[in-house]
C-alpha cells in the first residue's frame, strides 16, 4: 500500500508497492500535485516533529490555519491533478513501448499547459505567515512537476531516439524530486504526516532525499556507467534516534559540525554547472552530475543538525537538483544541434535555478547565477 497524493480523490486502494507497507488496510488520500510520481515508490520525507509520532498514535494535530492553507494548495494544483488523469497512464505506457512517441508528444503537448497553470496559481499563493519556506517548497515542486512535462516531451522527440530511455529515467528523477520536495512543504504543515491511524498500522516511507542507485533510477550508459543493482526494498526513511527508538536510526550533530561537514564534503558549485551547460561540455557535465551524486549520498548517510532535519532535507534535494541540471545537459549535449537540444538544455537550467532555492546561506554554496525569471518560461 501507499498513501497516494490525490486532491478530491475519492479513497482507493492502490496497488501493492515497496514504499509502504501496513499491516491493515490503509489508504490516506492527499493532493494530486505529486500524483506523477505514482509511477515510482514515492511516499515523502519527515521532520523531528513527525518521527516520534509515526511509531504511535498522536494527538498532535494540523492547525486550522495549516489545513486551510493546504486547501488552497489543493486547489492551486486542480489543473495539475486533473491532466494527471489522461498523462499519467500515457507517461507508462510510454516508457513501457507501448504508446508511439508522436502520440505521447500529443498528450504531453495536452497536459504542459495545464501543469503551467498550476505552477502559476501555486506561485500567487499568499504567504504562510507562520512558515514563509513552505510556500518555497511547493512553488519549487511544481516548477519540477512542469520540468517533468518538458523532459518527457523532449524524449518523444524524433532526434532524441537514441537517449530516449535515459531520458525517460530522467524524467523519473525529476518527478521525484518534485515529490519528496512538496513533501517538506507536507511535513511542516501537518505534523500528523506520519502518524499512523492505529496501532495496527505501520508506515515505512522512503528516504526524504533519494539514493538513484537503492531506488533503481541512476544514470545509466550511454551517458553513465553501468550502476549497480537497486536495493531488493527501497530504502526507508529512519526515525531520528532517542529514547525508546530502535536502530536502525537518524542520528544527529551539532548545527555547528553539521555546516562544516557540508563545507568540507566539496560539492561542485552551481555557477561551475552553468558554465559547462554553456560550452555544453557532455564529458565535464557527466562528472559534475556524478560528482553530486556520490557526494550527496556520502553526507546523507551522516547525522542531520541537531532538531532541523529538514534543513538537511532540503539541502540534500537541492544539491541532487543540481546534479540532475548536469545530466540533463550531458543528455543535451550528446542530441544533435537543433530544438529538442535546446529545449533539454533549457530544462536542465531552470532546474539549476529551481536548486538555488534549497541550497540554504551559510553553507558556502554560491548562486547559479541564472535568472529566476526562466521559470516563468511557458513554453515546451
Known sequence: MQRKRLTGAHPVRPPRNDGLKVAAAVVIPLIVAAALIALVASFGGGDDDGSSAASSTTTVTASKEATDFQANVDVAFKP???????????????????????DFKAAVDVALPEFVKARDAVAALPPYAKK????????????????????????ADPAAEALRAQLNRAAKRMRTLGDRIYDRGRVVLDPTFYAPTSQDV??????????????????????????????????????????????????????????????????????????????????????LAATYETKTRELMAGPDPKGDRERAAAVGLGLLTNGEAARLGQAA??????????????????????ADDLLQPGLGFRLSGLPRQLLQDTGP
Open 333 to 354: 549535449a550528446q542530441l544533435p544541434e537543433g530544438e529538442a537540444r535546446n529545449r533539454l538544455l533549457a530544462v536542465a537550467r531552470r532546474a539549476l535555478v529551481v
Open 132 to 155: 514563509p519556506v513552505i510556500n518555497k517548497y511547493f512553488v519549487d515542486a511544481a516548477d519540477l512537476y512542469v520540468e517533468t512535462a518538458r523532459i518527457y516531451g523532449v524524449a
Open 202 to 287: 505501520e508506515i515505512r516511507p522512503p528516504t526524504e532525499v533519494p539514493d538513484w542507485v537503492a531506488e533503481g533510477m541512476s544514470a545509466g550508459p550511454p551517458l553513465a556507467l553501468e550502476p549497480g543493482p537497486a536495493a531488493a526494498t527501497p530504502p526507508n526513511r529512519e526515525q531520528t534516534c532517542g529514547k525508546d527508538i530502535p536502530e536502525p536510526c537518524r542520528e544527529e550533530q551539532s548545527k555547528k559540525n553539521w555546516e562544516n561537514r557540508v563545507k568540507k564534503a566539496g560539492f561542485p558549485q552551481p555557477p561551475e554547472v552553468a558554465q559547462a551547460l554553456d560550452a555544453a561540455d557532455a564529458a565535464r557535465l557527466g562528472e
Open 80 to 102: 495539475l491533478a486533473d491532466a494527471i488523469k489522461v498523462f499519467l497512464p500515457k507517461a507508462q505506457e510510454f516508457e513501457e513501448g507501448k504508446v508511439i512517441p508522436a
